[in-house]
């Protein structure tokens, strides 16, 4: 048997007061023939990433409709999960060879873990590439409705490795991508599904943070709280561009002298190129006291997140590549209009004008800053915009909502 | 029973080649009358740090001379070593309170640790301040001669802490510190040494590097090995004076524009100070891409350390504060002068003008720098002196002497 994953009860009615009394009760409505339904999410890891923290959220939802939803994670070693790692680099556009060996080990691991595979499901649900091979070697055993769930960008695929994993990917009765934009080319699968990602508003990184706690929380970094704070939560990498975001801190600081910026993320110990960026986003910030560079390393976990976003002026996210973007959708959901890039889902969240501004460049960018921090009014009331432009898109319940969409479909219930 | 730590065994022939055969003859003739004596060193970790790295080789080294050597660690909770934590800060000058509760928690695992204590032993050496307090509850059983080996400068003790921890290493026959200028006030033992700690010049950290593998290793890190380099290994903290290193790499700039500075450092995952250290070194260098900082999360290790070491052409070791300095140890074993500041055990190393150069400041410090660079000649003919010095004074033979002559002292041979 594959590995199982615990998760903690979650009671929909808990999130009654966020979403409403009318959500609740559609979702019991069309969860009312799916009762005793089972579900089975397969993917790589029970830990870590995006992937794992929406499953944290979803099973549980799904038990508490009536649902059977179980979560099982494949077993894997370190050469295969090489190959699943250059993989994903691939299937998002990389350059880089995927040899007979490579193939070989990932047909490998999916055979084994398809082996291993036991019950008979209604849906099972494989998350991302790693497992994707798994219904291939199960010849359609144990599951009725076989769902891809693709939490990547393949619109732009290195060739050899789309049409190695489209192979086996287009045998799935259907599919699911985050975007419409970032479907594969040739795919060809009855049911396509668009579901973006949500936020869970009650885990500890959403849940709300009072204003002076928050406070609090930033000065304990050396931010004084009473002066204006520009924020961006992301990684340090070159996509993020938080060389760019200093640039445009540079610029607002010429009108608004005493304005703080802090770049805040998230560093992984066997990252060094991650390691690489960061020294070199502290050295283009140079030795200027108010901009501050700060990750987990230095004691900044979700709650600290939490507290940099509900304190900021004005969040930025500068992407120039993004996938999602869940961090914007948590920026949002505290009540704060985004000052984003053009790009991944940022246009979905940030609606120009309303819930923030859409830049492609710099000047942009601090101009639009500068904007929110000369009108606080407005900001606050773009803000307001912000938190509703999630209540009614991008929390857990619409992902649920999806969901039981698509497997009424596949069920023709 | 205490915990056992099992060591890799080492023969002292293999050192012959380095050491010559005399010192090796003179390590016999001493030993020869403590053959089978029992021999207990007890500390607070087998593995990290600079006391189980020196047991490692002197444990080994004391078998193969015929002595019932071993080695026991202690057990203890994250409270104990808290508390540790703390003294060791204390016992070194760092204005903190001791209370009552520190203490109690102290007295308690020492008492725990000395019950568990089985065995009788010739010699039972208690590293370090963390066990100190064994042989007050051992009440002198399990061992005949009780030494204590102090691996720190207590001389500016915080009188709070050295009151206590004094009343328990007084009663020891023996003490060892590594310099005569570490011992703190008022202490009164029957034998008191004086041992400075030493490399083993086999560990892969000194084992000898090829140049041009060497070269390989620095260039893998954006290093042109063509050009001058100027290297600093060490933690980045205040006390090293990484930011004054960068000053005076840039005065040699002045004057070599095509020189380099490596900045090179070990980081800890909980050490948060660490990591706002190392962004304000960054910072501080500024966007001059001459300079490096790097550190082990970026792939430098042991070995890739000392490929720095043997490239550069010039060591720093710029401390305000400095223990004995076992990195300035390590750079003159690999025919390397170093300009190091005149504080702790440097000016044991560096001798003035032929192992390299002692400064006060960064002009003083560039300028030796400087005419390191611009006397290759001499450079190299000081290299091969600082190799000698420490080959007659800082290796894990004389480490091991020093002990045979202690343990003499005691037992009346």
Redesign the interface.
């Known amino acids: 048997m594959l590995e199982n994953v615990e998760v903690q009860p979650k009671r929909l009615d808990d999130y009654q007061p966020i979403v409403g009394a009318e959500m609740i009760y559609e979702l019991q409505q069309l969860a009312n023939d799916l009762k005793g339904a089972r579900v089975l999410n397969i993917n790589a890891t029970s830990f870590g990433g995006g992937v794992a923290e929406i499953l944290t959220t979803l099973v549980p939802l799904m038990r508490d409709l009536g649902i059977q939803a179980e979560w099982q994670v494949i077993h894997g070693s370190d050469e295969f999960f090489n190959v699943t790692k250059a993989s994903h680099n691939g299937l998002q556009g990389m350059d880089i060879p995927l040899t007979d060996d490579m193939k070989n080990i990932w047909l490998h691991y999916n055979q084994l873990n398809a082996e291993k595979l036991e019950g008979e499901y209604d849906f099972i649900i494989v998350h991302d590439p790693q497992p994707a091979g798994m219904l291939h070697f199960c010849n359609r055993k144990h599951g009725k409705h076989w769902i891809w769930r693709c939490h990547i960008d393949t619109s732009n695929a290195n060739p050899a490795f789309w049409g190695f994993y489209s192979q086996y990917i287009n045998s799935y009765e259907a599919a699911v991508f985050t975007m419409k934009q970032y479907v594969g080319p040739g795919v060809n699968f009855e049911h396509l599904a668009i579901i973006p990602p949500t936020i869970d508003p009650l885990s500890p990184k959403n849940a709300p943070i009072p204003l002076e706690r928050a406070r609090e929380g930033v000065a304990g970094f050396g931010i004084d709280p009473s002066r204006p704070l520009i924020t961006q939560v992301s990684r340090f990498d070159p996509w993020k561009d938080p060389l760019g975001v200093i640039d445009a801190y540079r610029l607002v600081k010429k009108e608004i002298p005493n304005v703080q910026l802090a770049l805040v993320g998230s ?1 992984a ?1 066997d990252d ?1 190129e991650g ?2 960026f960061l ?1 070199k986003t ?7 006291s108010d901009i501050f ?1 700060l ?1 987990n ?3 900044v976990g979700a709650y600290e997140v939490g507290c940099f976003q509900t304190t900021s002026d004005s969040v930025v996210q500068k992407s120039t590549r993004e996938g999602f973007g869940l961090v914007v959708t948590e920026a949002l959901w505290k009540g704060k209009p985004v000052v984003g890039g053009n790009v991944g889902g940022i246009p979905l969240q940030v609606i120009n004008g309303e819930t923030g501004y859409l830049v492609d460049s710099i000047e942009d960018c601090a101009d639009k800053v500068l904007y929110l921090l000369q009108h606080p009014d407005e900001s606050r009331k773009m803000g307001k915009a912000s938190q509703d432009h999630v209540r009614h898109h991008f929390l857990s319940m619409h992902h649920l909502k999806n969901y039981l969409h698509l497997f009424r479909s596949l069920a023709i219930v």
Chains 1, 2 share one sequence.
């Open positions: 560093m110990s060094p390691w690489y020294d502290s050295r283009h910030a140079g030795e200027d560079i990750h390393f230095q004691g």
